[in-house]
């Protein structure tokens, strides 16, 4: 705790941000495929949807990949720990990425299963974006460990009440980025119907960020003296706010810019609170 | 057809990544300060000049320019070799490790960058792996356009396709064959337990014979087989009566899986060498202007397109295998690398899924493939 070097806090900052442009840029491809089902009706406009993903999802991935070399380069035994110990969690994120990666590709080619390939997209992104909340969850709040730095928890560890919530509250948000992607992406119905998932799952979303920000304070009291803490609150509600107007006037969600302030309020004090000074 | 490869062979290379921290996580544990920084370089170089240009190659035909196009796939092209550079370099760290020293608490501190970069085993291993990979895609190449010319399909294009493919199917197994040779004399010289195991060679002698073909039993510790005599030594350094270590100078707990190691070895010798008679084969009837018509030649192409992946997995299988029971060789047993918290009920379970879920993959892949090839260039 007393000997944090430059590098260390450089490299925390970096893997921040790597996982931060994660998020924000797959979390375009899970939300969309994840509401495949609910925003498009016809094979047409389920075509689209992917179609505005096919080309970026990879690159998108990147970061996620790019994340975990840089944990396993600057902190290893972060790595270890928790790769080893969630192990049966992280397997389920890799079969949810395989099959969210395949899945595309087949549905598009195998036209007599089409509509199983399209299941395991939405079961594996929706599966994939609920993971990664729980798993970052798990590390903010804490995991049982040994003398030895390995985990002493089980898999059902892990699905505690808090770190569940922050599961929900990145699958909610990653949803709501890909219902705003939808409308960015698509006309005519298909983006009639995003516009009501996006109004939709701002309501979710407003009141799950409550009941985030208000277990994060009662679960780590230090975060209530955090100036950063509240400036994350004003953004992310601000961020709601004003994607509530720009939605009932039938604009286009705002642009990158202001996406990426309010997705990285959400991770700030986890970041701070996982920071050791 | 590239996309489908591509993705199934990005979806499958995830697990790699995670499989060190939740498999091998006492192996990240104590290289994490080498191993860490190699992968996560090729993240940053190689993983996003790749990812991101792949997506303008495969969906951006009529989007872009053609010149943007080219710069593209080039792109694409340097990236996936800068990935597979990286990649090299952690595994060739692990058979030859370098640039590193033990600190007081057993951790693997790195001290130099580049010597660690450039092991002794680095760029050999990384010209063998690229010219296999380069034979994999001239087979298929041949494979694909084959059977297009033998059908009478897609005229001009199947046969510029074929003629591109047999140029690079004679070109790239002959360059293998110097890679190769240079690979092995660094193999003799860095991994000697690993270069006995892939000979079977289980006393040090001057003259050592090379293997065509064999068995060896390791309880009498004795090989089998159809040899050249003198062949190891003479091709070692053009000296018959050259010296090679055997087996017997480390102790027998130290020794690999011998007969595993020296048939997958010799697969893939035997497969090198049958995809230079053929490469040649096929070559010579284009000089000769009668490719398109051999019929008996470019009926029995496609069936080679298996052949390659072959290799590369018995060539693997030699390299990992060869380097048992250690992990990093020398230096870490694998026996100490592995996760302690993994129990084996987790170990069963995630090996049987991975199988299902590869298999199916497998099969998907198959089907596609040969789906995608009937429809043809014009199709995709």
Same mark, same amino acid.
């Given at each position: ?38 925003? =498009? ?27 975990? =070399? ?52 939405? =079961? ?12 970052? =969850? ?52 298909l983006q009639e119907r995003s516009f009501k998932a996006v109004r939709i799952l701002m309501w979710i979303n407003a009141i799950v960020a409550v009941l985030y ?13 955090n100036v950063l803490f509240y400036v994350a609150v004003a953004f992310t509600f601000a961020g709601l706010i004003g994607l509530f107007f720009r939605s009932a ?29 | ?7 199934? !062979? ?12 939740? #498999? ?14 190699? @992968? ?19 969906? !951006? ?33 692990? /058979? ?6 033990? #600190? ?14 450039? #092991? ?69 010289? +860095? /991994? ?32 089998? !087989? ?36 020296? /048939? ?5 010798? !035997? ?29 029995? @192409? ?15 299988? +030699? ?40 298999? @199916? ?9 040969v789906k995608i090839v009937k429809q043809g260039p014009a199709a995709s």
């Open positions: 705790m007393e000997n944090i070097q430059n590098f260390q806090i450089l490299w925390f900052i970096l893997i921040f941000v790597l996982l931060l442009g994660y998020a924000l840029l797959d979390g375009f491809d899970l939300g969309v495929a994840a509401l495949l089902p609910f925003l =498009g009706v016809k094979k047409e406009e389920k075509d689209t949807l992917i179609a505005s993903i096919g080309p970026v999802w990879d690159g998108n991935e990147v970061w996620l990949i790019t994340g975990g =070399g840089a944990l396993f380069a600057a902190f290893p035994h972060a790595y270890a720990t928790a790769f080893s110990g969630f192990y049966l969690a992280m397997m389920l994120v890799l079969f949810a990425l395989i099959f969210r990666a395949v899945s595309m590709e087949f549905r598009a080619n195998d036209p007599v299963r089409a509509s199983l390939w399209e299941k395991a997209l939405v =079961g594996g992104s929706a599966l994939a974006a609920l993971l990664f909340g729980v798993a970052l =969850g798990n590390v903010i709040y804490g995991v049982p460990l040994t003398g030895k730095m390995e985990y002493a928890g089980s898999f059902f560890t892990l699905l505690r009440p808090v770190p569940l919530l922050f599961g929900i509250t990145g699958l909610a948000a990653i949803l709501l980025q890909g219902a705003s992607w939808a409308v960015m992406k698509t006309e005519g119905e920000f208000a277990v994060l304070i009662v679960t780590f009291p230090r975060l209530s003296g006037k039938k604009m286009t969600p705002p642009r990158f810019g202001s996406r990426l302030f309010r997705l990285s309020a959400c991770f700030w004090p986890q970041a701070r609170h996982s920071f050791p000074i | 057809m590239l996309g489908l490869i591509f993705v199934v !062979g990005a979806a499958t290379g995830i697990v790699m990544e995670f499989s060190f921290g939740t #498999n091998w996580s006492e192996y990240s544990r104590a290289v994490g300060d080498i191993f860490g920084p190699i @992968l996560a370089a090729e993240g940053i170089i190689a993983f996003f000049l790749e990812s991101v240009f792949i997506g303008v190659l495969i969906f !951006g035909r009529k989007k872009v320019s053609p010149g943007v196009y080219w710069v593209a796939a080039l792109l694409v092209f340097v990236g996936g070799h800068l990935s597979a550079f990286w990649i090299i370099v952690a595994n060739s760290w692990m /058979q030859t490790p370098a640039g590193y020293e033990i #600190n007081a608490a057993g951790k693997v501190i790195l001290t130099d960058f580049s010597a660690a970069v450039f #092991n002794p085993s680095t760029v050999n291993w990384f010209l063998h792996t690229v010219l296999a990979t380069w034979i994999t895609s001239a087979v298929m190449v041949c494979g694909i356009a084959g059977y297009y010319v033998r059908k009478g399909l897609h005229g001009e294009t199947a046969r510029t396709m074929l003629k591109i493919g047999i140029i690079l199917f004679a070109i790239t197994p002959l360059l293998q064959l110097g890679a190769a040779h240079s690979h092995a004399i660094q193999v003799i010289n +860095t /991994q000697p337990v690993k270069a006995a195991a892939m000979e079977g060679l289980f006393n040090t002698t001057r003259g050592a014979d090379i293997y065509v073909m064999g068995y060896v039993d390791e309880a009498k510790e004795k090989t089998y !087989g159809i040899y050249i005599p003198k062949g190891l030594s003479f091709l070692y350094n053009f000296d018959f009566n050259s010296e090679i270590k055997d087996l017997n100078d480390v102790p027998k707990e130290n020794w690999p899986p011998v007969n595993l190691v020296f /048939q997958s070895y010799h697969i893939m010798v !035997g497969l090198g060498m049958i995809f230079i008679a053929l490469g040649l084969l096929g070559a010579w009837l284009l000089w000769t202007g009668k490719l398109y018509t051999a019929k008996w030649y470019l009926f029995w @192409l496609p069936f080679l397109i298996p052949l390659p992946h072959l290799a590369h997995e018995t060539g693997w299988i +030699t390299a990992e295998v060869g380097r048992q029971p250690w992990i990093i060789y020398g230096l870490m047993k694998t026996v100490n690398a592995a996760s302690v918290v993994v129990s084996a009920g987790e170990i069963v379970f995630s090996l049987v899924m991975f199988s299902l879920i590869y298999l @199916l993959l497998f099969v998907m892949f198959v089907l596609l493939f």
